[in-house]
């Protein structure tokens, strides 16, 4: 039985690159094999509840837009009837799209209620509706979280926040939802600290501050052992907005912070294009940096507007930028309990329920694109071949001496004398690997 909502559009097909149809698959197909793996199990697709069934289409200078039978009427709530509405048409999409996993926030699936009991009961009522639609569907949970954000109670931070009281909800909150999450068998946990930051310092204790977010890491961590969830839990990085500045600013602080509270086995990173773009660096170096660190976890696929400074959450369109990004997930193996997130919404004038569909096929045939020139990329050595040639002189003995610690500083230098080395520059050959690139795009 269908919501009706989408009409009688049927499931999206893979018909080809040579198809006109805007509600089939031109370049993602999940059963072709890349690299050993079917193309699904590379890109392990998620659909992100907030934005595809929760926004209403404002900005900050208008309001709603978007007109959804499980929206309240106005000054009226949200009821449990409208939440399991709402889950219906998600998992009639789920399923007309073919994507194996979604991911949500409490907030996203129930209603709030008066007192956290009620709010909790209310999230166990509707994850068991969510198994059943599990179960019909083979729909799966990549990852769920807890929105400590949104609310009043958060103004000032969740883990971070002055008054323990706070401290404690949110700790009561992230609780209940990885237990949900572990019964609904979620592949991961998620915890993006959207408030977890300052707007100034007059008024903020950082040391305090992080010792406070580094307790309630740890305290999580430790839960998750004790109850045998398998999952792994990842911090989303994003550097500011809707905080001035925001403790997990990038990839690099977030590891930084992992190493001083001890965390650093215990926890990866869950990484986001627009938040890359607001920290200043690219989606690629990211993903380049969280795989040397060994902190790589999952991705969330959206982009920016680049002529506007916030963060846009649009749908992934330049194909050269995912085959960068893929290209990054391959050489680090892959995803193991990850995956590509689409945390991307519509524009505010994009009315229709195939809107939702056409977005998300869109997107999803981008990645796919980008995944097949990443594979060709690493198959060809394209890349790789030119980066070992790079570094070869590492191989050598001396080199490896000196890497190891066989050789002290006085050693070394007295080499370079003894041998009269002149190192001469060699090409960095930027210009040829970009063409290189743009060959497999």
């Not at 369109?317 to 997930?329: D, F, H, S």
């Not at 990850?338 to 009315?351: C, V, W, Y």
Request: charged share 25%.
């Amino acid at each position: 039985m269908t919501s009706g909502f989408f009409g009688d559009i049927k499931p999206a097909r893979y018909e080809g690159p040579d198809s006109t149809n805007p509600l089939a698959y031109r370049h993602y197909n999940p059963d072709e094999i890349l690299l050993g793996k079917r193309m699904e199990e590379h890109l392990r697709f998620a659909i992100a509840y907030w934005h595809s069934f929760t926004w209403p289409g404002g900005d900050p200078f208008g309001g709603q837009t978007f007109e959804r039978p499980w929206f309240p009427k106005e000054g009226s709530g949200e009821t449990m009837e409208h939440a399991k509405l709402k889950a219906d048409v998600a998992f009639e999409m789920f399923s007309l799209l073919g994507a194996p996993y979604f991911c949500f926030h409490d907030a996203d699936v129930r209603p709030e209620g008066d007192t956290f009991s009620e709010s909790a009961s209310r999230l166990d009522e509707i994850a068991d509706y969510f198994a059943t639609k599990m179960s019909e569907t083979g729909v799966k949970l990549l990852w769920g979280t807890a929105n400590l954000f949104s609310n009043r109670r958060y103004m000032a931070g969740a883990a971070t926040n002055p008054d323990p009281d706070v401290f404690a909800y949110a700790a009561a909150t992230v609780k209940h939802c990885i237990d949900v999450t572990k019964r609904l068998n979620g592949e991961n946990y998620v915890l993006w600290g959207g408030r977890e930051g300052y707007e100034t310092l007059l008024n903020t204790d950082l040391s305090r501050e992080l010792d406070q977010l580094g307790r309630f890491l740890s305290l999580v961590v430790d839960y998750k052992h004790k109850i045998g969830f398998k999952g792994t839990i990842l911090i989303e990085p994003k550097p500011q907005e809707p905080t001035k500045h925001q403790y997990d600013y990038d990839v690099a602080t977030v590891f930084g912070f992992l190493q001083k509270y001890g965390l650093e086995k215990e926890v990866k990173v869950n990484i986001e294009q627009g938040h890359a773009i607001l920290a200043g660096h690219s989606f690629e170096h990211e993903l380049a940096l969280a795989n040397a660190l060994g902190i790589f976890g999952s991705i969330d696929m959206n982009r920016n507007d680049y002529q506007s400074g916030w963060d846009t959450d649009q749908f992934p369109n330049n194909v050269p930028e995912m085959v960068l990004a893929y290209y990054q997930v391959l050489l680090g193996g892959g995803f193991k309990t990850g995956g590509t997130n689409f945390d991307a919404k519509l524009r505010r004038q994009s009315l229709d329920p195939q809107d939702l569909l056409i977005a998300h096929i869109g997107g999803m045939d981008c990645c796919a694109r980008g995944l097949k020139a990443a594979a060709r990329m690493i198959e060809d050595k394209a890349l790789g071949g030119p980066l070992d040639e790079r570094y070869a002189g590492w191989k050598s003995p001396e080199a490896q001496a000196m890497l190891s610690g066989k050789r002290t500083l006085e050693a070394i230098a007295a080499r370079v004398v003894t041998d009269k080395i002149e190192p001469q520059p060699k090409s960095g050959r930027q210009e040829y690997l970009e063409n290189v690139v743009n060959r497999y795009v």
